[in-house]
Nanobody, 117 residues
Framework: QVQLVESGGGLVQAGGSLRLSCAAS????????MGWYRQAPGKQRELVAQ??????KYLDSVKGRFTISRDNAKNTVYLQMNSLKPEDTAVYYC????????????WGQGTQVTVSS
């Protein structure tokens, strides 16, 4: 069983910063990629940032403001969010793909990020 525990969400004013963390534990091995998605009310879930062996990619609207990083020793991924905007308001979900060729997919429970104007 694999568990993803997220932390770091909250309420912040526009222009502020937050740092999300996601720690993976349990029977996880051979991590292929770690990332963050978000879902705003009435909208589809979208990829915000992802780090894999092939590199890092970001949603266009967060480039230059958000930074994804990972600590492989701790199986933890972070999302530093700066210059936050009201349109960044959403539930943020951690995603980990693991298991090598099996490419299993695990999700965190979600953490609310609210940016006030």
């Amino acid at each position: 069983q694999v568990q993803l525990v997220e932390s770091g969400g909250g309420l912040v004013q526009a222009g502020g910063s937050l740092r999300l963390s996601c720690a993976a534990s349990g029977s996880i091995f051979s991590i292929n990629g770690m990332g963050w998605y978000r879902q705003a009310p009435g909208k589809q879930r979208e990829l915000v940032a992802q780090t894999t062996g092939g590199g890092v990619k970001y949603l266009d609207s967060v480039k230059g403001r958000f930074t994804i990083s990972r600590d492989n020793a701790k199986n933890t991924v972070y999302l530093q969010m700066n210059s936050l905007k009201p349109e960044d308001t959403a539930v943020y979900y951690c995603n980990v793909r693991w298991g090598g060729l099996a490419d299993f997919d695990s999700w965190g429970q979600g953490t609310q990020v609210t940016v006030s104007s």
